[in-house]
């Protein structure tokens, strides 16, 4: 019913840039917010940025500063522009979409993607 198709993650040598992209389709009726979250190895899920469809932002402090998050402007694809990026950012990246789908009854609920990994190593 709900698709979230990220991209854009890889290999990046300290210092550098990644932009992720998030992208939502199938029956969706309303998009509420988009966010970003990552997974280390060993370590719980957890929030990196999140944007809602009035376009209000929050972030992790210890993102805040080099990372950057927007969509598009039919509020279906999010971006994650990463810059400055550290050997503590490496974990694999989820996109998380908090929509409401097509049709009676309604429902609301959290969509993930697949995820997408990104690596910061020289």
């Known amino acids: 019913q709900v698709q979230l198709v990220e991209s854009g993650g890889g290999l990046v040598q300290p210092g550098g840039s990644l932009r992720l992209s998030c992208a939502a389709s199938?029956?969706?009726?309303?998009?509420?917010?988009m966010g970003w979250y990552r997974q280390a190895p060993g370590k719980q899920r957890e929030l990196v940025a999140t944007?809602?469809?009035?376009?209000?932002?929050n972030y992790a402090d210890s993102v805040k500063g080099r990372f950057t998050i927007s969509e598009d402007s039919a509020k279906t694809t999010a971006y994650l522009q990463m810059n400055d990026l550290k050997p503590e950012d490496t974990a694999v990246y989820y996109c998380?979409?908090?929509?409401?789908?097509?049709?009676?009854?309604?429902?609301?609920?959290?969509?993930w993607g697949q995820g997408t990994q990104v690596t910061v190593s020289s």
């Open positions: 199938g029956n969706i009726f309303n998009i509420y917010a």
């Open positions: 944007i809602t469809s009035y376009g209000s932002t």
């Open positions: 998380n979409a908090d929509l409401l789908l097509v049709g009676l009854p309604t429902r609301r609920g959290d969509y």
